[in-house]
């Protein structure tokens, strides 16, 4: 059983970052690629970014592209989401998410409740 708690959301303005973390519990998270995923008001859960176990392979959506950056730190059982340039459209709840990998939420056993992420024009 995998367990995980988001943190780091918050109001930052047009241009600002922020920096999520994604804490987790349970010997096997290790082994597992983590997701993350995003929900603006009115629109459906989107892909964001996912990190392989190894850490060395990640995966991007088009438009974070070049501004976000997933990273895992193993000894801690956490991964980051570092969030630059950030625009008002990324305005959403963020969710992190355990499993298999990939864009795909089915592919993904445990999710956290997630983190708002608010980027104010």
């Known amino acids: 059983q995998v367990q995980v708690v988001e943190s780091g959301g918050g109001l930052v303005r047009d241009g600002g970052s922020l920096r999520l973390s994604c804490a987790a519990s349970?010997?096997?998270?290790?082994?597992?690629?983590v997701g993350w995923f995003r929900q603006a008001p009115g629109k459906e859960r989107e892909f964001v970014a996912v990190?392989?176990?190894?850490?060395?392979?990640?995966v991007y959506t088009d438009s974070v592209e070049g501004r976000f950056t997933i990273s895992r730190d193993h000894g801690k059982n956490t991964v980051y989401l570092q969030m630059n340039s950030l625009k008002p459209e990324d305005t959403a709840v963020y969710y992190c998410?355990?499993?298999?990998?990939?864009?795909?939420?089915?592919?993904?056993?445990?999710w956290g409740q997630g983190t708002q992420v608010t980027v104010s024009s």
């Open positions: 349970g010997r096997t998270f290790s082994s597992y690629a």
């Open positions: 998410a355990a499993g298999t990998g990939g864009r795909t939420q089915g592919n993904y056993d445990y």
């Open positions: 990190i392989r176990w190894s850490g060395r392979i990640t």
